[in-house]
């Protein structure tokens, strides 16, 4: 089926570890996406790229790296796990416009302990 | 900058009785509106959207809502909601060619 797919679905990590998640979309869509949710909050965006080679800040950068190794592929970096980044991590893809609508992967469950 | 409030974090409401799910937003321009769907340990699914044109917007699955300009909301409603609906539904905002600015949340309970 086309969509956005994320790995790793879970993942528990030790305060300080580094790990990255991986984000790939098969719909031709210039723009992605990385969101956090979090009890209460709603969603929230950590990193986006409106296109290939390009990517900026969103509302929560803090702690994270992002890349966007071509068109459909865009990985998010823990360089050192904290607890507060335990949270449901969700990668999204859109046309440029945003007119569509986003399309979301199914998440990424990440603990730190 | 926008913005979005769901009033209601959780409704409850028995099967087959309607629902209103509240969203009000804050922007100084045109924008886009959207409410989504997740259903427990999914990703979110686009269940409507209002980009111009007719002010009530029908989606998926019974759902509709209606665009206000002038109160500046966008409420999610279903005339008879089933069991299956139970799920957190999220309103989100956006302008042109920029990001998504999603809402809290409200979850929608329905009881039997």
């Known amino acids: 089926n086309a969509g956005v797919t994320q790995t790793p679905k879970f993942q528990v990590l030790k305060t300080g570890q580094s790990m990255t998640l991986q984000c790939a979309q098969d719909m031709n869509h210039n723009s992605m996406y990385w969101y956090r949710q979090d009890p209460g909050m709603g969603l929230r965006l950590i990193y986006y790229s409106a296109s290939e080679g390009t990517t900026d800040k969103g509302e929560v950068p803090n702690g994270y790296n992002v890349s966007r190794l071509n068109k459909r592929e865009f990985s998010l970096r823990l360089e050192s796990a904290a607890p507060s980044q335990t949270s449901v991590y969700f990668c999204a893809s859109s046309e440029e416009d945003g007119v569509s609508g986003y399309t979301f992967g199914s998440g990424t469950r990440l603990t730190v302990v | 900058a926008q913005s979005v409030t769901q009033l209601d974090s959780q409704v409850p409401v028995f099967e087959e009785a309607p629902v209103e799910l509240r969203c009000n937003y804050s922007?100084?321009?045109?924008?886009?509106l959207f409410w989504y769907v997740q259903y427990p340990n999914q990703g979110l699914q686009l269940l409507l959207k209002?980009?111009?044109?007719?002010?009530l917007v029908k989606g998926i699955n019974g759902f509709e809502a209606e665009f206000n300009k002038s109160q500046t909301s966008f409420h999610l409603r279903k005339p008879s909601v089933h069991i299956s609906d139970t799920a957190e539904y999220f309103c989100a905002v956006s302008q042109y060619g920029n990001k998504l600015v999603f809402g809290a949340g409200t979850i929608l309970r329905v009881k039997s």
């Open positions: 922007s100084s321009v045109s924008v886009y």
């Open positions: 209002y980009l111009s044109g007719s002010t």
